[in-house]
């Protein structure tokens, strides 16, 4: 059963891969970099929310 699972690990890795490099082929630099920009906000956002979680769970179990 590991081994399944590591093949399916492996096949969606690939995948993962020859999207990103198709990607990076098929398009020009502008756009590149806009959609590079737009991933980098999300991830800025996203970074935000988990503190923001963290900090909410760490006051819940000290102070309750």
Do not use: C, P, W
Not at 26 to 31: G, R
Request: glycine share 8%; hydrophobic share 40%.
């Amino acid at each position: 059963m590991a081994k399944a699972g590591n093949t399916i690990a492996t096949l969606l890795i690939g995948a993962a891969v020859g999207v990103a490099v198709g990607y990076v082929l098929a398009t020009d630099k502008e756009t590149r970099q806009e959609d590079l920009d737009k991933v980098k906000k999300s991830l800025d956002n996203l970074k935000g929310k988990f503190a923001k979680k963290a900090a909410d769970l760490e006051e819940e179990i000290y102070h309750s």
